[in-house]
């Protein structure tokens, strides 16, 4: 069965089919992929209705379904997110951005520093920072009813009490905490609006809203700057997902709105996929 799935997820492109097939089976097995690996090794066999709910599943994945809207589940750092239709899928790149993010937030003295995620989504960043940075105080802002609803089930799947989303516009955010935040960090829509996403799980899953912004792909950005520095405290950090062809475009804009030490930084593939600024 998983030499018959890896076989027809490769047919249909899809870029880890081997890993795929195996994350299927574990889904439907209800273990873990290295359970899966093992129980292969042993020449283990699957019951007809596993295997039958395993090709339905592989038919699905097969049609581009995201991965993680077949299974439910999203990985993130040391948290398993609930996701599907309605809220971006977190992806491995997002999580070294993260990471900027919460070494800003365990660095700063305070006893009990604020952080905010403008554009929480599933509520990754958030409760990332929330999880790693226990004894800070963390926001998710989030103006999508639908990924709001997945937001606040991970919230309390999580079990992060130091964490706490808010539906809002992102432009008048917590206002209640202007000149007090330690730490902001976006990951905002910054695909221009003539850009087509290449895969078809972005394109034809991730939710319109939360992929482009606008004709540049900086209308959020901007917006992100203006409310980042009405809530940041004197020398507060400023975190930024962007593609990587817009570092030098998004450090002038921050330079012009009044940002300090506005600089790019690599991700694990040596692509500049994060903006960092200070208050």
Do not use: C
């Not at 581009?64 to 609930?82: D, K, N, W």
């Not at 020398?235 to 790019?264: K, N, S």
Request: glycine letters at 10%.
């Amino acid at each position: 069965m998983l030499s018959r799935a890896a076989a027809a997820l490769t047919r249909a492109g899809i870029p880890t089919p081997t890993v795929d097939a195996e994350l299927l089976v574990a889904h439907v097995l209800g273990v873990g992929r290295g359970r899966v690996q093992a129980l292969a090794m042993s020449g283990a066999l699957l019951s007809a209705a596993d295997a039958v709910e395993t090709a339905d599943l592989v038919e699905r994945r097969s049609a581009r379904v995201p991965l993680q809207h077949i299974t439910g589940r999203a990985a993130f750092r040391r948290i398993e997110l609930s996701v599907g239709p309605g809220v971006f899928v977190p992806r491995p790149e997002t999580e070294m951005v993260a990471g900027i993010a919460i070494d800003a937030l365990t660095a700063d003295p305070s006893p009990e520093p604020i952080g905010v995620d403008l554009g929480t989504g599933s509520g990754a960043i958030a409760l990332s920072l929330a999880v790693e940075v226990p004894h800070a105080r963390v926001f998710g802002v989030e103006n999508s009813a639908e990924a709001f609803i997945w937001a606040t089930q991970n919230t309390r799947d999580v079990g992060a009490g130091n964490a706490k989303m808010v539906f809002t516009d992102l432009a008048k955010a917590l206002p209640e905490l202007d000149g007090t935040v330690s730490v902001v960090i976006s990951n905002p829509p910054y695909i221009p609006l003539g850009a087509i996403p290449r895969d078809p799980e972005v394109r034809l899953h991730d939710p319109a809203a939360a992929l482009y912004g606008g004709v540049d792909g900086l209308d959020v950005v901007r917006q992100v700057s203006v409310t980042a520095r009405r809530l940041l405290r004197a020398g507060g950090t400023l975190v930024l997902e962007h593609g990587e062809l817009q570092g030098e475009q998004i450090r002038a804009l921050l330079t012009a709105d009044g940002w300090r030490a506005a600089a790019t930084h690599p991700d694990l593939t040596g692509r500049p996929r994060a903006t960092t600024a200070v208050r």
